[in-house]
C-alpha cells in the first residue's frame, strides 16, 4: 500500500475514522471570499431556491454553499452528512486482500449550475492513500463510485449503495474519477465514499471551491481537519 506523506498545511488530509450512520448535526456555511470573481454566501438565505426542495434535502445536508458572482448569479455545492461504519445492514466490514480490516463512510455531493453557461466538472481521486497523525500507520482512501443517486435512496442504507464488497476489490488500487458538463439550470449529485485503516473517530467531508480549483476537506473530532486538491470546475 501506497501512502502519500502531505507535510504541507495546504495539502495534507487529518482524517480518522469512522463512522456513526447519519449524524445529525448541521453545519452552515460562512460568508468568505475566493479568488476570481466569487463570492461565498449561505444559499439557504437564497429566495429563488425552491423550498420544498431545500426542506426535503435538510436533514442530510452538513454545508450548503452558494458561490456567487456579481450578477447573483452562482454555482451551489452541497455536501451530505455522512452514512456508514459497516457495508452491509448485518455489520459486515471491509477487509483487504491482505486482511486489513476498513472503516466505511458513504457522502454525496449536489452541485447546481446557476450561472448562464456551461460548467466543465473534473474530479480525481488517486490510487494513493492518505496519511493521518495517529496511529502512525493509518490511511485514508477516497473513491468516487459510477452509480447514480437519486433523492428517493436518501433515506436508504449507504445511501442506497449496494456490492460495496465487490466494488472495493476491484477498485482499491485503482484511481476513480469523475467529468461531467453541467449546463446552465442543471445540476449533478454522484457518491464519494472513503475506506479508513486503523483509525477511528466522527467524520465530517466535502467539497469546496476556490477559484476554479476543487478541494476535499476532511474532519474529524477531536483530530481536526485536512484539505487535498482534487480537481477543477471550469467555466
Same mark, same amino acid.
Given at each position: 500500500?501506497?501512502?502519500?506523506?502531505?507535510?504541507?498545511?495546504?495539502?495534507?488530509?487529518?482524517?480518522?475514522?469512522?463512522?456513526?450512520?447519519?449524524?445529525?448535526?448541521?453545519?452552515?456555511?460562512?460568508?468568505?471570499?475566493?479568488?476570481?470573481?466569487?463570492?461565498?454566501?449561505?444559499?439557504?438565505?437564497?429566495?429563488?431556491?425552491?423550498?420544498?426542495?431545500?426542506?426535503?434535502?435538510?436533514?442530510?445536508?452538513?454545508?450548503?454553499?452558494?458561490?456567487?458572482?456579481?450578477?447573483?448569479?452562482?454555482?451551489?455545492?452541497?455536501?451530505?452528512?455522512?452514512?456508514?461504519?459497516?457495508?452491509?445492514?448485518?455489520?459486515?466490514?471491509?477487509?483487504?486482500?491482505?486482511?486489513?480490516?476498513?472503516?466505511?463512510?458513504?457522502?454525496?455531493?449536489? +452541485?447546481?449550475?446557476?450561472?448562464?453557461?456551461?460548467?466543465?466538472? @473534473? +474530479?480525481?481521486?488517486?490510487?494513493?492513500?492518505?496519511?493521518?497523525?495517529?496511529?502512525?500507520?493509518?490511511?485514508?482512501?477516497? /473513491?468516487?463510485?459510477?452509480?447514480?443517486?437519486?433523492?428517493?435512496?436518501?433515506?436508504?442504507?449507504?445511501?442506497?449503495?449496494?456490492?460495496?464488497?465487490?466494488? /472495493?476489490?476491484?477498485? /482499491?488500487?485503482?484511481?476513480?474519477?469523475?467529468?461531467?458538463?453541467?449546463?446552465? @439550470?442543471?445540476?449533478?449529485?454522484?457518491?464519494?465514499?472513503?475506506?479508513?485503516?486503523?483509525?477511528?473517530?466522527?467524520?465530517?467531508?466535502?467539497?469546496?471551491?476556490?477559484?476554479?480549483?476543487?478541494?476535499?476537506?476532511?474532519?474529524?473530532?477531536?483530530?481536526?481537519?485536512?484539505?487535498?486538491?482534487?480537481?477543477?470546475?471550469? /467555466?
Amino acid at each position: 500500500m501506497k501512502k502519500s506523506h502531505l507535510f504541507s498545511q495546504a495539502y495534507f488530509l487529518i482524517f480518522t475514522m469512522f463512522v456513526v450512520t447519519s449524524c445529525s448535526q448541521r453545519n452552515k456555511s460562512k460568508t468568505d471570499n475566493v479568488s476570481i470573481d466569487l463570492e461565498i454566501v449561505d444559499s439557504t438565505k437564497n429566495n429563488n431556491r425552491q423550498l420544498s426542495l431545500i426542506n426535503e434535502l435538510e436533514q442530510y445536508i452538513y454545508t450548503d454553499t452558494t458561490y456567487t458572482s456579481t450578477n447573483g448569479k452562482g454555482i451551489t455545492i452541497q455536501n451530505s452528512l455522512p452514512k456508514g461504519g459497516m457495508i452491509e445492514p448485518d455489520g459486515t466490514q471491509y477487509f483487504d486482500s491482505t486482511g486489513k480490516r476498513h472503516g466505511y463512510a458513504g457522502f454525496w455531493t449536489r +452541485i447546481i449550475n446557476e450561472i448562464t453557461i456551461p460548467l466543465e466538472l @473534473n +474530479i480525481n481521486f488517486p490510487d494513493d492513500s492518505f496519511a493521518i497523525f495517529t496511529p502512525l500507520d493509518s490511511y485514508i482512501k477516497l /473513491f468516487l463510485p459510477t452509480k447514480t443517486i437519486t433523492f428517493d435512496k436518501l433515506s436508504k442504507f449507504n445511501y442506497g449503495l449496494t456490492e460495496l464488497n465487490s466494488y /472495493f476489490d476491484d477498485n /482499491f488500487n485503482k484511481p476513480t474519477m469523475l467529468k461531467k458538463t453541467i449546463n446552465p @439550470n442543471e445540476e449533478h449529485i454522484f457518491y464519494i465514499i472513503t475506506l479508513s485503516y486503523h483509525s477511528g473517530g466522527r467524520p465530517r467531508g466535502g467539497l469546496i471551491l476556490k477559484g476554479q480549483d476543487l478541494y476535499y476537506r476532511m474532519s474529524v473530532e477531536p483530530h481536526g481537519y485536512g484539505i487535498i486538491p482534487c480537481g477543477k470546475i471550469t /467555466f
